[in-house]
T-cell receptor
Framework: GENVEQHPSTLSVQEGDSAVIKCTYS??????FPWYKQELGKGPQLIID?????GEKKDQRIAVTLNKTAKHFSLHITETQPEDSAVYFC???????????????FGQGTILTVHP | GAVVSQHPSRVICKSGTSVKIECRSL??????MFWYRQFPKQSLMLMAT?????????EQGVEKDKFLINHASLTLSTLTVTSAHPEDSSFYIC???????????FGDGTRLSIL
């Protein structure tokens, strides 16, 4: 099955700096890659996603890049703010067909701390 | 945007009790709902996938008789932890999507503590 590796496990930055979190996946059939932000005691919140027919996607301070050949994708947060502090998860999902259709495989998570 | 409501948010009960957790999609019809389990400081582990009107598909190692899932309507799925024991204590989270190939939106989870 799919395996998703996420790095780093913890990331500490100063307010205003950029933060980058990287993930690799194992199954070339995966074609959907969402990123979630999870705050303490809450469920994950979808912040951005990308499909395999796109190399990059941006939404204000957040961007995601995808390299299908290398099977890795990254989350970029610019101008970080203290409220960006949370646990971030990447995930991968396969396309149509097969019993894995639609199922997300999550990375291990990154604890991001933004210091004022 | 898509809102998923999960209830209750916290349950504390005695060993041997059965506990039901509800997951509702409030502003869209969810053909597919997923149930996850998350241990402290760990990632989300998929337990099962439920499609409206059909039996749930359980992940390897998840006891279907222990974790009963019902997806009776396009807006409601329930997870019942039967005869719960301390080792079942965990954070249970549901997600819902319009179809299997659409983004999953998560509820805020249920903290289950079995004494």
């Amino acid at each position: 099955g799919e395996n998703v590796e996420q790095h780093p496990s913890t990331l500490s930055v100063q307010e205003g700096d950029s933060a980058v979190i990287k993930c690799t996946y194992s199954d070339s059939a995966s074609n959907y890659f969402p990123w979630y932000k999870q705050e303490l005691g809450k469920g994950p919140q979808l912040i951005i996603d990308i499909r395999s027919n796109v190399g990059e996607k941006k939404d204000q301070r957040i961007a995601v890049t995808l390299n299908k050949t290398a099977k890795h994708f990254s989350l970029h947060i610019t101008e970080t703010q203290p409220e960006d502090s949370a646990v971030y998860f990447c995930a991968a999902s396969m396309g149509a067909g097969g019993t894995s259709y639609g199922k997300l495989t999550f990375g291990q998570g990154t604890i991001l701390t933004v210091h004022p | 945007g898509a809102v998923v409501s999960q209830h209750p948010s916290r349950v504390i009960c005695k060993s041997g009790t059965s506990v039901k957790i509800e997951c509702r999609s409030l502003d869209f019809q969810a053909t597919t709902m997923f149930w996850y389990r998350q241990f402290p400081k760990q990632s989300l582990m998929l337990m099962a996938t439920s499609n409206e009107g059909s039996k749930a598909t359980y992940e390897q190692g998840v006891e279907k008789d222990k974790f009963l899932i019902n997806h009776a309507s396009l807006t409601l799925s329930t997870l019942t932890v039967t005869s719960a024991h301390p080792e079942d204590s965990s954070f249970y989270i549901c997600s819902a999507s319009f179809t299997e190939n659409q983004p999953q939106h998560f509820g805020d989870g249920t903290r289950l503590s079995i004494l």
